[in-house]
């Protein structure tokens, strides 16, 4: 048939085509992988997700897929990435997919990436902080950092491993380490705190939680996360009850998920939600958007504090500009000043991990 003639020629592995070191995956159906005619080259965006197997990394694969603006997805792991690539790879999106499994191949994940969304790391359990997280998390930040400092020095990295307020400066640090540290380029995640902020005011206030806008500053644990009441969109006038009762639930609020989840890990499918409404953030900017703004925390001379999340203006190159905090209310100011206390001794322990 004239559609199939030179069909010899054009029948490659899929697998090879796509990416010689796709894991191979053992026991799957023996379905011989045939007749790619798989486009390469699709305008968009190099993503890769490392931790890709895990609770937030699953959904956040299959969104990320379904993401137009991306072009190219590595999904890492340490375990089960093939599973979660092939069967991401079915879905009939732009995205080729492919997968990277061990240490081995992580620097073959990374190379030419544009964006790299690190969900890696162990989550907390009922009656954990997010700093008793540090011991086993900041290794595996420190880690895969130094691969990303080999391989796509230029790439935006999003973190979400937590303690986020501890994992930014350990990132920063090893990139400053090996001289490929751009401030602008390093942004850790906060913007579940934001969907939240929305969530819960929307509901105190009976609106619409599309419409709802709360910037949430500081950073990502307990009261360093500083929801500013007196800036959300459209206005809102608070009491003092629903202030002290919003506050708290959006402080709370991952606290909330781990003692609903009981053991079984915590936030997955609302951060995957927040992290893919980040990223897209970030690849708008990188595609050359106006006015992409968001809450991240990053490094910042907004406070007197080497790192401080608040609104920052996404573009071409990471943060184009960095938002001051604007006038607060007393409340605001004494929620301030317990945000900046914790914080510092946060940033510092991330600091001093790689210093030492
Ligand atoms: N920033 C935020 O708002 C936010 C929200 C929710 C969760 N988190 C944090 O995200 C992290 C992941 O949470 P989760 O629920 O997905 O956990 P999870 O245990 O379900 O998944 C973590 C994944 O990381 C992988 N991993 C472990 N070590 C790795 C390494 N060296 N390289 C690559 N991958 C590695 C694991 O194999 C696993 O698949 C936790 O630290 C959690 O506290 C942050
Ligand atoms: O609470 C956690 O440990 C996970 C995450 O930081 C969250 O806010 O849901």
Known sequence: ???????????????????????????????????????????????????????????????????????????????????????????????????????????????????????AGVPRKPGMTRDDLFNINAGIVKTLCEGITKCCPNAIVNLISNPVNST?????????????????????????????????????MGLDPREVDVPVVGGHAGVTILPLLSQVKPPCSFTPEETDY???????????????????????????????????????????????????FVASQVTELPFFASKVRLGRTGIDEIYPLGPLNEYERVGLEKAKKELAESIQKGVSFIKK
């Open 246 to 296: 919003l506050t708290s639930r959006i402080q709370n609020g991952g606290t909330e998920v781990v003692e609903a989840k009981a053991g079984a890990g915590s936030a997955t499918l609302s951060m995957a939600y927040a992290a893919v409404k980040f990223a897209d953030a970030c690849l708008q900017g990188l595609r050359g958007d106006a006015s992409v703004i968001q809450c991240a």
């Open 1 to 119: 048939m004239q559609a199939n003639g030179n069909a010899n020629q054009r029948i490659a592995r899929i697998s090879d085509h796509l990416n010689p070191n796709y894991p191979k995956m053992e026991g799957s159906s023996g379905l011989q992988q045939v007749s790619c005619r798989a486009k390469g080259g699709a305008p968009g965006f190099k993503v890769a997700i490392l931790g890709a197997a895990g609770g937030i990394g699953q959904p956040l694969a299959m969104l990320m897929k379904m993401n137009p603006l991306v072009s190219v997805l590595h999904l890492y792991d340490v375990v089960n990435s093939p599973g979660v690539t092939a069967d991401i790879s079915h879905m009939d999106t732009g995205a080729v997919v492919r997968g990277f499994l061990g240490q081995s191949q992580l620097e073959d994940a990374l190379i030419g990436m544009d964006l790299v969304i690190i969900p």
């Open 168 to 204: 930014v400066p350990i990132a920063a640090e090893v990139f400053k380490k090996a001289g490929t540290y751009d401030p602008k380029r390093l942004l850790g995640v906060t913007m579940l705190d934001v969907v939240r902020a929305n969530t819960f005011v929307a509901e105190v």
